[in-house]
C-alpha cells in the first residue's frame, strides 16, 4: 500500500474557524489531490497539485487554499470553515511508473471533519 | 458535460455473481478505474481499462466497451467482505485527473 498519512484523522470546529488539513506521502509521487466525499456525490476534486509550488483549482475549490512546500506534504486550508464543509476530505497520490503507468490514484485514510 | 451514472444500490447473494455497471458521458476518454471503498474508509483500486474487452483479477473482473460508453465490474463467489461500495471513475483526457461516479452500495446476503 502506498504510504499516505493525514492528519488530524478527526476534528469539530466552529463555523468561521480557519482549519487546516494535512497529507503526507512517503511515496515521492509527483500528483497529490484533495477530494470531499459527501453522500450522493461522486468523490468531487477540490484542488491539486503536480508539483512542488505547482497547484490548481478543482471543481470545488471556492472557500478552500492549498500549498505544497515539499513533495511530501500537500496542506488543504479551509480559510473560515461553514457548515457545508462538514465533509470527509481524502487526499490520493498519483504517479506515472513501471507499475502503475496508468497513474492510479492511492488514497490516504481521510479525514472526518464537523463543522458546527 | 461530463456524467457517469451508477446505480445506487444493489442487493446479492453470498456465493452468488452481480455485475455492476457504469455508463459515461465524457469528452474525451483516456481510462476507466474501479474503486472498492468500505464504509469509513479510503477507495481502494480495484482495476483499469482503456482498451475494449475483459481484465480479469481473480474473483472480479472488468469489462470495457468504448464505442458504447459503458463499463461492468463483475464479481463471482461473493463474499460477505465484499459488501462496500463501488467506484467508478473515468479520466476523460491526457491530464492526470479522474471523473468519478457516485458509486454503488453492495448488500451481500447470506
Known amino acids: 500500500d502506498a504510504g499516505i498519512t493525514q492528519s488530524p484523522r478527526h476534528k469539530v470546529t466552529e463555523t468561521g474557524t480557519p482549519v487546516t488539513l494535512r497529507c503526507h506521502q512517503t511515496?515521492?509521487?509527483?500528483?497529490m489531490y484533495w477530494y470531499r466525499q459527501d453522500p450522493g456525490h461522486g468523490l468531487r476534486l477540490i484542488h491539486y497539485s503536480y508539483g512542488v509550488k505547482d497547484t490548481d483549482k478543482g471543481e470545488v475549490s471556492d472557500g478552500y487554499s492549498v500549498s505544497r512546500s515539499k513533495t511530501e506534504d500537500f496542506l488543504l486550508t479551509l480559510e473560515s470553515a461553514t457548515s457545508s464543509q462538514t465533509s470527509v476530505y481524502f487526499c490520493?497520490?498519483?504517479?506515472?511508473?513501471?507499475?502503475?503507468?496508468?497513474?492510479?490514484?492511492?488514497f490516504g485514510p481521510g479525514t472526518r471533519l464537523l463543522v458546527l | 458535460g461530463q456524467n457517469i451514472d451508477q446505480p445506487t444500490e444493489m442487493t446479492a447473494t453470498e456465493g452468488a455473481i452481480v455485475q455492476i455497471n457504469c455508463t459515461y458521458q465524457t469528452s474525451g476518454f483516456n481510462g476507466l478505474f474501479w474503486y472498492q471503498q468500505h464504509a469509513g474508509e479510503a477507495p481502494t483500486f480495484l482495476s483499469y481499462n482503456v482498451l475494449d474487452g475483459l481484465e480479469e483479477k481473480g474473483r472480479f473482473s472488468s469489462f470495457l466497451s468504448r464505442s458504447k460508453g459503458y463499463s461492468y465490474l463483475l464479481l463471482k463467489e461473493l463474499q460477505m467482505k465484499d459488501s462496500a461500495s463501488y467506484l467508478c471513475?473515468?479520466?476523460?483526457?491526457?491530464?492526470?485527473?479522474?471523473?468519478w461516479g457516485a458509486g454503488t452500495k453492495l448488500i451481500i446476503k447470506p
Open positions: 511515496e515521492n509521487h509527483r500528483y
Open positions: 490520493a497520490i498519483s504517479e506515472s511508473t513501471l507499475r502503475t503507468p496508468q497513474e492510479t490514484q492511492y
Open positions: 471513475a473515468v479520466r476523460a483526457d491526457s491530464n492526470y485527473q479522474l471523473i
